[in-house]
């Protein structure tokens, strides 16, 4: 969990620094469709947490399912 955490903790600090941005930012980039590292580094980070805690997985959303046409 700890190593997850540096790992986040690092790549923000580098990426804020290579391209002058404030946290804000760096986080508004998650909206930004596609890959994103700070997506996955928080994605392990979690993943670490729920191993340490026993916590189970977060259940996926539901999918919204089809209007069907009353007869």
Known sequence: MAAAAVALRTLRREVMAAHGWSLRELYRTLDEPGDNPLH????????????????????DPPRPQPLTRRQ
């Open 40 to 59: 996955t580094a928080h994605a392990r980070l979690d993943t670490a947490v729920r191993a340490a805690y026993a916590m189970p997985k977060p259940a």
